[in-house]
Nanobody, 121 residues
């Protein structure tokens, strides 16, 4: 009943930029932390960035200074602006959110299906 859908991935040259979007929809009462993860072929999924409901953001050291996470609580959206992209940023990027559903007293994690980001010369 709750879904997260990512968009904005694609092919970009090193040094380029992309903006990823994630839309949460369904019977949502509130969303606590939201974040972005990525998984490159043959590697474990890693945390990239997170943002609290109040807008406090944190980043993995590998992307700090290059990526910016933001959210719009009015539309249940979270974004990841990626600048100065490197070859090693190539991965499937996943949106994650801790969501309380309408009628529920607790929260749980939800995940999007992922969007491919390929950085190549």
């Amino acid at each position: 009943q709750v879904q997260l859908v990512e968009s904005g991935g694609g092919l970009v040259q090193p040094g380029g930029s992309l903006r990823l979007s994630c839309a949460a929809s369904g019977s949502i009462f509130s969303i606590n932390d939201m974040g972005w993860y990525r998984q490159a072929p043959g590697k474990q999924r890693e945390w990239v960035a997170g943002i609290t409901s109040g807008g406090s953001a944190n980043y993995a050291v590998s992307v700090k200074g290059r990526f910016t996470i933001s959210r719009d609580n009015g539309s249940w959206m979270v974004y990841l602006e990626m600048n100065s992209l490197k070859l090693e940023d190539t991965a499937v990027y996943y949106c994650n959110a801790d969501i309380r559903r309408i009628g529920s007293a607790s929260t749980r994690d939800y995940w999007g299906q992922g969007t491919q980001v390929t950085v190549s010369s």
